[in-house]
Every structure is written in structure tokens, then in C-alpha cells.
């Protein structure tokens, strides 16, 4: 099993930016899909984007394209997702997931999971 630990989440204005970093360990994980996805108490689980252990991408909703970007670190087991011109509508708590299968945008495609990290967009 990866034990994934997510950080750089916060309070941010909008139009910021954050980059969040999710950490691997436990078995090689450079052969693993990684993805993230978000939460909010009042909304199911989303998927954000993934990324293949080649670096291939997928993102999720149309709100994140051209504002989110998902890369990816083996040699550091690091996954990252840097967030720009952030909207309050991005709060969420965000998760890492790691899982076999590329692309995946539904949760249950995923086995290891993060703890997450909370994002606050707000003036």
C-alpha cells in the first residue's frame, strides 16, 4: 500500500495561485496513475486531473483546463498540482490518489488515498 501525504493547501484571494504537493512512499509508485480530486461538505467527490507514470494528463471539469496543472516527480515519488487565477468555487478539501489505471476520473479506480488538503479561496 502507497501512504500518501498531501500539503500546500491554505488561504488564498482570488486570482491566486497555490501549489499543492502530494508525497509518496511505501512501494514505487513511478508506475502508478496519480490523480487528485476535491470535496466540499455541500458536493460529491470530483476529479480534478491525473497523470500516468509517463506524464501522460487528463483533467477533469472545464472550470480547472487552462488554470490547473498536474506534473509529476518519480525520482522525488512527489506529485504536484499548481492552481492559478483560483476562483472561490475552488474550495474544496483536495486529495491525492494513487491507482493502475490511466485515464481514471472516478474514485473507486484509485486505492491509495491521502488525508487531504484544504483550499480556501476568499477575500
Known amino acids: 500500500q502507497v501512504h500518501l501525504v498531501e500539503s500546500g493547501g491554505g488561504l488564498v484571494q482570488p486570482g491566486g495561485s497555490l501549489r499543492l504537493s502530494c508525497a509518496a512512499s511505501?512501494?514505487?509508485?513511478?508506475?502508478?496513475?496519480m490523480a487528485w480530486f476535491r470535496q466540499t461538505p455541500e458536493k460529491e467527490r470530483e476529479f480534478v486531473a491525473a497523470?500516468?507514470?509517463?506524464?501522460?494528463?487528463?483533467y477533469g471539469p472545464t472550470s480547472v483546463q487552462g488554470r490547473f496543472t498536474i506534473s509529476r516527480d518519480n525520482a522525488k515519488k512527489t506529485v504536484y498540482l499548481q492552481m492559478n487565477s483560483l476562483k472561490p468555487e475552488d474550495s474544496a478539501l483536495y486529495y491525492c490518489?494513487?491507482?493502475?489505471?490511466?485515464?481514471?476520473?472516478?474514485?473507486?479506480?484509485?486505492?491509495?488515498w491521502g488525508q487531504g488538503t484544504q483550499v480556501t479561496v476568499s477575500s
Open positions: 497523470i500516468s507514470w509517463r506524464s501522460a494528463t487528463e
Open positions: 490518489a494513487a491507482g493502475n489505471l490511466f485515464p481514471a476520473r472516478v474514485g473507486s479506480d484509485y486505492r491509495d
Open positions: 511505501g512501494p514505487p509508485v513511478d508506475i502508478r496513475a
